[in-house]
Protein backbone atom coordinates (compact mmCIF):
# COMPACT_ATOMS: atom_id res chain seq x y z
CA UNK A 1 0.00 0.00 0.00
CA UNK A 2 1.33 3.16 -1.27
CA UNK A 3 1.98 5.98 1.57
CA UNK A 4 -0.10 8.42 2.34
CA UNK A 5 0.68 12.00 0.98
CA UNK A 6 0.09 15.51 2.27
CA UNK A 7 -2.24 15.98 -1.20
CA UNK A 8 -4.03 12.60 0.14
CA UNK A 9 -4.41 14.40 3.19
CA UNK A 10 -5.63 17.29 1.68
CA UNK A 11 -8.30 15.46 -0.49
CA UNK A 12 -9.74 13.72 2.67
CA UNK A 13 -10.09 16.80 4.46
CA UNK A 14 -11.49 19.15 1.53
CA UNK A 15 -8.81 21.57 1.64
CA UNK A 16 -5.97 23.17 -0.15
CA UNK A 17 -2.82 21.37 0.29
CA UNK A 18 -1.29 25.05 1.33
CA UNK A 19 -3.78 24.71 4.70
CA UNK A 20 -3.15 21.18 5.32
CA UNK A 21 0.89 22.09 5.45
CA UNK A 22 0.30 25.51 7.63
CA UNK A 23 -1.96 23.39 9.68
CA UNK A 24 0.39 20.62 10.66
CA UNK A 25 3.34 23.36 10.60
CA UNK A 26 1.22 24.78 13.86
CA UNK A 27 0.95 28.23 12.03
CA UNK A 28 -1.19 30.33 13.85
CA UNK A 29 -3.48 31.62 11.36
CA UNK A 30 -5.21 28.21 11.06
CA UNK A 31 -8.40 27.63 13.27
CA UNK A 32 -8.48 25.67 15.77
CA UNK A 33 -11.21 23.34 14.61
CA UNK A 34 -9.90 23.05 11.43
CA UNK A 35 -6.45 22.13 12.89
CA UNK A 36 -8.31 19.37 14.64
CA UNK A 37 -9.77 17.83 11.97
CA UNK A 38 -6.75 17.65 9.47
CA UNK A 39 -4.19 16.02 12.59
CA UNK A 40 -7.66 13.59 12.54
CA UNK A 41 -6.96 12.97 9.04
CA UNK A 42 -3.39 12.63 8.73
CA UNK A 43 -3.85 10.26 11.53
CA UNK A 44 -6.57 8.46 9.90
CA UNK A 45 -4.48 8.31 6.83
CA UNK A 46 -0.47 7.30 8.61
CA UNK A 47 0.70 10.18 6.80
CA UNK A 48 4.08 10.96 7.59
CA UNK A 49 5.96 14.74 6.32
CA UNK A 50 8.01 13.71 3.71
CA UNK A 51 11.34 14.82 4.70
CA UNK A 52 10.84 12.48 8.07
CA UNK A 53 10.05 9.73 5.46
CA UNK A 54 13.16 10.04 3.59
CA UNK A 55 15.22 9.94 6.61
CA UNK A 56 14.17 6.82 7.79
CA UNK A 57 14.07 4.97 5.19
CA UNK A 58 18.11 6.13 4.89
CA UNK A 59 19.39 5.03 8.06
CA UNK A 60 18.80 5.00 12.00
CA UNK A 61 19.04 8.70 13.62
CA UNK A 62 20.57 6.96 17.03
CA UNK A 63 18.42 9.03 18.83
CA UNK A 64 15.33 8.45 21.47
CA UNK A 65 12.48 10.80 21.69
CA UNK A 66 11.72 11.29 25.44
CA UNK A 67 8.30 13.12 25.59
CA UNK A 68 7.41 14.22 29.20
CA UNK A 69 4.41 16.26 30.85
CA UNK A 70 7.14 19.17 31.75
CA UNK A 71 10.49 19.71 31.45
CA UNK A 72 11.41 21.04 35.18
CA UNK A 73 11.65 19.59 38.88
CA UNK A 74 13.21 16.90 40.40
CA UNK A 75 11.38 14.18 39.67
CA UNK A 76 11.52 14.89 35.86
CA UNK A 77 15.51 15.70 36.29
CA UNK A 78 15.98 12.21 38.12
CA UNK A 79 14.15 10.23 35.48
CA UNK A 80 15.92 12.15 32.53
CA UNK A 81 19.53 11.33 34.41
CA UNK A 82 18.40 7.49 34.07
CA UNK A 83 17.31 8.07 30.67
CA UNK A 84 20.25 9.41 29.73
CA UNK A 85 22.74 7.46 31.67
CA UNK A 86 21.54 4.14 29.63
CA UNK A 87 21.35 5.86 26.47
CA UNK A 88 24.45 7.67 26.46
CA UNK A 89 25.85 3.85 27.37
CA UNK A 90 24.78 2.98 24.12
CA UNK A 91 25.49 5.76 22.05
CA UNK A 92 22.25 6.88 21.98
CA UNK A 93 21.04 10.99 21.91
CA UNK A 94 18.01 11.95 24.06
CA UNK A 95 15.88 14.31 22.07
CA UNK A 96 13.02 16.21 24.74
CA UNK A 97 9.96 17.58 24.53
CA UNK A 98 6.62 18.36 26.53
CA UNK A 99 3.41 16.39 25.86
CA UNK A 100 0.79 19.02 26.09
CA UNK A 101 -2.57 18.22 27.53
CA UNK A 102 -4.29 19.35 24.67
CA UNK A 103 -4.81 15.86 21.88
CA UNK A 104 -3.92 18.34 18.70
CA UNK A 105 -0.73 19.93 20.75
CA UNK A 106 0.31 16.46 21.52
CA UNK A 107 -0.56 14.81 18.11
CA UNK A 108 2.08 17.91 16.63
CA UNK A 109 4.60 17.19 19.37
CA UNK A 110 4.53 13.86 17.99
CA UNK A 111 4.66 14.17 14.46
CA UNK A 112 7.53 16.27 14.95
CA UNK A 113 9.62 13.36 16.61
CA UNK A 114 9.01 10.81 13.50
CA UNK A 115 11.64 11.05 11.36
CA UNK A 116 13.95 12.27 13.97
CA UNK A 117 14.09 9.43 16.68
CA UNK A 118 14.05 5.31 16.36
CA UNK A 119 11.77 5.18 19.09
CA UNK A 120 9.68 7.13 21.54
CA UNK A 121 9.89 7.26 25.19
CA UNK A 122 6.21 8.73 26.79
CA UNK A 123 4.89 9.83 29.49
CA UNK A 124 1.62 11.35 30.05
CA UNK A 125 -0.22 10.78 33.16
CA UNK A 126 -2.27 14.00 32.70
CA UNK A 127 -4.04 12.70 29.39
CA UNK A 128 -6.50 9.54 28.77
CA UNK A 129 -5.04 7.27 26.13
CA UNK A 130 -7.86 7.15 23.84
CA UNK A 131 -7.57 10.89 23.47
CA UNK A 132 -4.17 10.78 22.02
CA UNK A 133 -2.96 7.22 21.10
CA UNK A 134 -4.43 7.75 17.53
CA UNK A 135 -2.05 10.28 17.00
CA UNK A 136 1.47 8.12 17.42
CA UNK A 137 3.17 7.72 14.21
CA UNK A 138 2.36 4.06 13.13
CA UNK A 139 5.50 1.78 12.99
CA UNK A 140 8.01 3.84 15.39
CA UNK A 141 8.59 2.04 18.90
CA UNK A 142 6.94 3.56 21.67
CA UNK A 143 7.46 2.87 25.04
CA UNK A 144 4.99 4.36 27.81
CA UNK A 145 5.64 5.47 31.33
CA UNK A 146 2.60 6.21 33.69
CA UNK A 147 0.20 6.41 31.10
CA UNK A 148 -3.22 7.02 32.20
CA UNK A 149 -5.66 3.72 31.06
CA UNK A 150 -4.08 0.76 29.65
CA UNK A 151 -2.70 1.01 26.04
CA UNK A 152 -3.04 -2.34 24.57
CA UNK A 153 -0.17 -4.36 22.17
CA UNK A 154 2.27 -1.47 23.85
CA UNK A 155 4.60 -2.06 26.68
CA UNK A 156 4.50 0.10 29.12
CA UNK A 157 6.25 1.00 32.49
CA UNK A 158 3.67 1.81 35.46
CA UNK A 159 4.14 3.27 39.25
CA UNK A 160 2.06 1.19 41.64
CA UNK A 161 0.26 4.67 43.13
CA UNK A 162 -1.98 3.18 45.72
CA UNK A 163 0.51 0.62 46.88
CA UNK A 164 3.16 3.55 47.82
CA UNK A 165 0.07 6.00 48.91
CA UNK A 166 -1.10 2.93 51.30
CA UNK A 167 2.55 2.70 52.61
CA UNK A 168 2.33 5.83 53.97
CA UNK A 169 -1.54 5.42 55.63
CA UNK A 170 -0.57 2.45 57.20
CA UNK A 171 2.53 4.55 58.52
CA UNK A 172 0.21 7.05 59.72
CA UNK A 173 -2.23 4.56 61.40
CA UNK A 174 0.74 3.23 63.27
CA UNK A 175 1.58 6.55 64.66
CA UNK A 176 -1.88 6.94 65.64
CA UNK A 177 -2.06 9.57 63.57
CA UNK A 178 -5.57 10.46 62.97
CA UNK A 179 -6.32 14.09 61.51
CA UNK A 180 -5.06 14.31 58.31
CA UNK A 181 -4.70 16.46 55.68
CA UNK A 182 -4.00 15.15 52.20
CA UNK A 183 -2.24 17.48 50.08
CA UNK A 184 -3.61 16.09 46.24
CA UNK A 185 -2.35 16.50 42.87
CA UNK A 186 -4.58 18.01 40.01
CA UNK A 187 -7.62 16.31 40.16
CA UNK A 188 -7.18 15.61 35.75
CA UNK A 189 -3.93 13.78 36.62
CA UNK A 190 -3.65 10.28 36.66
CA UNK A 191 -1.14 9.79 39.93
CA UNK A 192 -2.66 12.04 41.33
CA UNK A 193 -5.96 10.51 41.25
CA UNK A 194 -4.37 7.07 42.20
CA UNK A 195 -2.61 8.16 45.41
CA UNK A 196 -5.39 9.88 46.79
CA UNK A 197 -7.67 6.92 46.57
CA UNK A 198 -4.85 4.33 47.15
CA UNK A 199 -4.74 6.45 50.47
CA UNK A 200 -8.34 6.72 51.51
CA UNK A 201 -8.52 3.33 50.72
CA UNK A 202 -6.19 2.17 53.26
CA UNK A 203 -6.59 4.32 55.99
CA UNK A 204 -10.20 2.86 56.33
CA UNK A 205 -8.40 -0.18 56.41
CA UNK A 206 -5.84 1.16 59.04
CA UNK A 207 -7.71 3.55 60.77
CA UNK A 208 -11.07 4.02 60.46
CA UNK A 209 -11.90 6.76 63.06
CA UNK A 210 -9.29 8.70 61.40
CA UNK A 211 -10.68 12.21 59.27
CA UNK A 212 -9.17 13.11 55.99
CA UNK A 213 -9.03 16.88 54.54
CA UNK A 214 -8.03 17.20 50.97
CA UNK A 215 -6.60 20.01 49.40
CA UNK A 216 -5.56 20.19 45.96
CA UNK A 217 -1.89 21.48 44.51
CA UNK A 218 0.02 21.25 41.38
CA UNK A 219 2.82 19.18 42.22
CA UNK A 220 4.53 22.49 42.47
CA UNK A 221 6.56 23.65 45.61
CA UNK A 222 4.46 26.61 45.83
CA UNK A 223 1.34 24.54 45.92
CA UNK A 224 2.56 22.69 48.86
CA UNK A 225 3.31 26.31 50.87
CA UNK A 226 0.08 27.53 50.16
CA UNK A 227 -2.04 24.24 51.17
CA UNK A 228 -0.20 24.70 54.55
CA UNK A 229 -1.31 28.13 54.91
CA UNK A 230 -4.71 27.10 54.12
CA UNK A 231 -4.29 24.88 56.87
CA UNK A 232 -2.87 27.49 59.13
CA UNK A 233 -5.66 29.99 58.09
CA UNK A 234 -8.78 27.94 58.38
CA UNK A 235 -7.50 26.66 62.01
CA UNK A 236 -7.72 22.82 60.18
CA UNK A 237 -7.05 20.12 63.07
CA UNK A 238 -3.98 18.27 61.70
CA UNK A 239 -1.21 16.01 63.40
CA UNK A 240 -0.32 14.80 60.04
CA UNK A 241 0.54 15.80 55.87
CA UNK A 242 0.32 13.70 53.07
CA UNK A 243 1.34 14.83 50.05
CA UNK A 244 1.25 13.46 46.84
CA UNK A 245 4.68 14.49 45.78
CA UNK A 246 7.77 15.76 47.39
CA UNK A 247 8.29 18.96 46.20
CA UNK A 248 4.52 19.60 47.72
CA UNK A 249 5.99 18.56 50.90
CA UNK A 250 8.75 20.77 50.92
CA UNK A 251 6.66 24.13 50.25
CA UNK A 252 4.17 22.37 53.12
CA UNK A 253 7.55 21.97 55.54
CA UNK A 254 8.43 25.72 54.67
CA UNK A 255 5.47 26.96 55.69
CA UNK A 256 4.90 25.23 58.44
CA UNK A 257 8.14 26.10 59.81
CA UNK A 258 7.91 29.77 59.21
CA UNK A 259 4.53 29.76 61.40
CA UNK A 260 6.48 28.02 63.59
CA UNK A 261 5.33 24.57 63.74
CA UNK A 262 7.12 21.72 64.41
CA UNK A 263 7.47 18.48 62.53
CA UNK A 264 6.92 16.16 63.64
CA UNK A 265 6.11 16.67 67.33
CA UNK A 266 2.86 18.50 66.36
CA UNK A 267 2.24 17.64 62.36
CA UNK A 268 3.88 14.18 60.57
CA UNK A 269 4.62 15.44 57.12
CA UNK A 270 4.98 12.69 54.62
CA UNK A 271 5.70 13.06 50.41
CA UNK A 272 5.98 10.94 47.42
CA UNK A 273 8.84 10.13 45.13
CA UNK A 274 12.00 10.20 47.24
CA UNK A 275 13.53 13.00 45.14
CA UNK A 276 17.10 14.11 45.76
CA UNK A 277 15.79 17.10 47.92
CA UNK A 278 13.86 14.59 50.60
CA UNK A 279 17.10 13.13 51.51
CA UNK A 280 18.45 16.40 52.27
CA UNK A 281 15.42 17.77 54.32
CA UNK A 282 15.48 14.13 55.80
CA UNK A 283 11.53 13.85 54.46
CA UNK A 284 9.57 10.60 54.83
CA UNK A 285 8.35 8.90 51.70
CA UNK A 286 7.60 6.37 49.26
CA UNK A 287 10.51 5.70 47.09
CA UNK A 288 10.16 4.78 43.56
CA UNK A 289 13.55 4.67 42.07
CA UNK A 290 12.95 7.45 39.34
CA UNK A 291 16.39 7.61 37.64
CA UNK A 292 16.41 3.42 37.71
CA UNK A 293 12.35 3.69 36.20
CA UNK A 294 14.46 5.75 33.29
CA UNK A 295 17.01 3.50 32.79
CA UNK A 296 14.90 0.33 32.45
CA UNK A 297 12.54 2.47 30.17
CA UNK A 298 15.67 2.90 27.93
CA UNK A 299 16.94 -0.49 28.17
CA UNK A 300 13.29 -1.68 26.85
CA UNK A 301 12.82 0.56 24.03
CA UNK A 302 16.49 -0.27 22.64
CA UNK A 303 15.20 -3.57 23.08
CA UNK A 304 12.11 -3.27 20.71
CA UNK A 305 14.04 -1.04 17.88
CA UNK A 306 16.93 -3.95 17.87
CA UNK A 307 13.53 -6.54 17.87
CA UNK A 308 15.10 -8.72 20.21
CA UNK A 309 11.94 -8.04 22.53
CA UNK A 310 8.41 -7.52 21.58
CA UNK A 311 7.08 -7.91 25.00
CA UNK A 312 4.20 -5.65 25.55
CA UNK A 313 4.19 -6.14 29.22
CA UNK A 314 3.33 -3.92 31.91
CA UNK A 315 6.20 -3.48 34.12
CA UNK A 316 4.98 -2.41 37.67
CA UNK A 317 7.36 -0.49 40.15
CA UNK A 318 5.95 -0.55 43.65
CA UNK A 319 6.97 2.15 45.89
CA UNK A 320 9.06 1.80 49.18
CA UNK A 321 8.66 3.06 52.57
CA UNK A 322 11.39 5.29 53.62
CA UNK A 323 10.91 6.51 57.54
CA UNK A 324 12.79 9.93 58.29
CA UNK A 325 12.84 12.97 60.91
CA UNK A 326 9.80 14.64 59.50
CA UNK A 327 7.67 11.45 60.68
CA UNK A 328 10.29 10.47 63.38
CA UNK A 329 8.51 6.98 64.13
CA UNK A 330 9.83 4.50 67.17
CA UNK A 331 12.65 2.21 65.86
CA UNK A 332 10.85 -1.26 64.87
CA UNK A 333 7.65 -0.12 65.09
CA UNK A 334 7.79 -0.05 61.36
CA UNK A 335 7.92 -2.30 58.55
CA UNK A 336 9.88 0.31 55.93
CA UNK A 337 13.58 0.70 54.32
CA UNK A 338 15.92 2.64 55.74
CA UNK A 339 16.79 6.40 54.56
Known sequence: ????????????????????????????????????????????????????????????????????????????????RGMDREATRNGLQLLLSNMHPDPVQAAQVLRAMHGRVDGLLIMCPQMQSDEWVASLPRGLPTIFLNAAGAIPGRPSLQIDNRAGAAVIAR?????????????AG????????ERRAGFEEAMAQHAPDARIVVLFGDFKEESGRAAAEQILARGIEVDAVFAANDMMAVGCLQALS????????????????????????????????????????????????????????????????VVRATTHSPAGNLAGVAA
Open 1 to 80: MAEATIRDVARQAQLSVASVSRALNGHKSVRPETRARIVAVANQLGYVPHAGARSLSMARSNAIGVVLPDLHGEFFSEIV
Open 258 to 321: AAGVRVPEDVAVAGFDDVPIARYLDLTTARIGIADMGARAVVRLIEWIAGTSQDAAVEMYTPKL
Open 171 to 183: HFAELGRRSIVHI
Open 186 to 193: PERNGDAR
